[in-house]
C-alpha cells in the first residue's frame, strides 16, 4: 500500500528565500507524481507533473525533482514571496495496472513566506 | 476554458439527512474523480468514473455514499443518511485520460451536526 510523506508538516521563512519541499514515497512503482498548490478555503491548483521517466520539471519559481528509485521527490522554490504562502501537496500515480490510477496524496506543507 | 466546478461549495446539514454533491469537470474529460479530506488527515481516494461507468470505486468507505454519473458529463455523490464522521472537504477532479495531470475542483465543505 502506497503512502506518501511530506516534511516538514510546516514551514515559516522570510520573503525572498530559497526553499526546498520534500516528499517521499513508499512503492517506487509509480507513473508520475503531481505538486499542487491549495490556498485556504480554495481547491487544488496543479503546479507541475513529472512522469516516472523524467528527473525533473520547471515553471518559473518552482523545480520539481523526482528520484523514482529512491521514493524521493522535491518541490524547489526560488526566491520566495508572500504569495507562495499556501500548502503544497504531493500525490503520486501507481502504474500497476491492478492499483487503479488514483492520486495518494502526502499530508502536505503548510508555508508562510513572511514579508 | 471552464475548470473543474463543484455545487455546493458549503453544505451544514444534520445528522440523517440527506445530501447530493455535484461536479461538472472540464468539458470532454472522461475521468472524473471524488477524493475527500477528513478532519486532521490526508486527501482520499473514493472513486473513478471513466464517462459513465465506475471504473474503481476502491474507496467508498460504506453504502451510505452513491455517485452517479449519468450520460457521461457532470457528477453526483449522494450521502444518505450523513454521519457525523462524513463531515470533510469532498473534491472532485478530471483529466483528459486516466494516467494524465488531473485538474481539481474548488471542493465541497460538508458539515454534519
Known amino acids: 500500500k502506497q503512502e506518501v510523506t511530506q516534511i516538514p508538516a510546516a514551514l515559516s521563512v522570510p520573503e525572498g528565500e530559497n526553499l526546498v519541499l520534500n516528499c517521499s514515497f513508499t512503492?517506487?512503482?509509480?507513473?508520475?507524481l503531481q505538486w499542487f498548490r491549495q490556498d485556504p478555503g480554495k481547491g487544488l491548483t496543479s503546479l507541475l507533473l513529472?512522469?516516472?521517466?523524467?528527473r525533473e520539471q520547471t515553471s518559473g519559481r518552482l523545480n520539481a525533482s523526482l528520484d523514482k528509485s529512491s521514493g524521493r521527490s522535491t518541490l524547489y522554490i526560488a526566491a520566495s514571496q508572500p504569495g507562495d504562502s499556501a500548502t503544497y501537496l504531493c500525490?503520486?500515480?501507481?502504474?500497476?495496472?491492478?492499483?487503479?490510477?488514483?492520486?495518494?496524496f502526502g499530508g502536505g506543507t503548510r508555508l508562510m513566506v513572511k514579508p | 476554458e471552464a475548470g473543474v466546478t463543484q455545487f455546493p461549495s458549503h453544505s451544514v446539514i444534520e445528522k440523517g439527512q440527506t445530501v447530493t454533491l455535484r461536479c461538472d469537470p472540464i468539458?470532454?474529460?472522461?475521468?472524473l474523480y471524488w477524493y475527500r479530506r477528513v478532519m486532521g488527515k490526508e486527501i482520499k481516494f473514493l472513486l473513478h468514473?471513466?464517462?459513465?461507468?465506475?471504473?474503481?470505486e476502491s474507496g467508498m468507505p460504506n453504502n451510505r455514499f452513491l455517485a452517479e454519473r449519468t450520460g457521461g458529463t457532470y457528477s453526483t455523490l449522494k450521502v444518505q443518511p450523513a454521519e457525523l464522521e462524513d463531515s470533510g472537504v469532498y473534491f472532485c477532479?478530471?483529466?483528459?485520460?486516466?494516467?494524465?495531470?488531473?485538474?481539481f475542483g474548488q471542493g465541497t465543505r460538508l458539515t454534519v451536526v
Open positions: 477532479a478530471s483529466s483528459l485520460q486516466g494516467l494524465t495531470e488531473a485538474f
Open positions: 512503492d517506487s512503482a509509480i507513473y508520475n
Open positions: 513529472i512522469q516516472s521517466s523524467q
Open positions: 500525490a503520486v500515480r501507481p502504474s500497476h495496472n491492478n492499483a487503479g490510477n488514483m492520486l495518494t
Open positions: 468539458s470532454g474529460h472522461d475521468n
Open positions: 468514473f471513466v464517462k459513465e461507468s465506475k471504473q474503481d
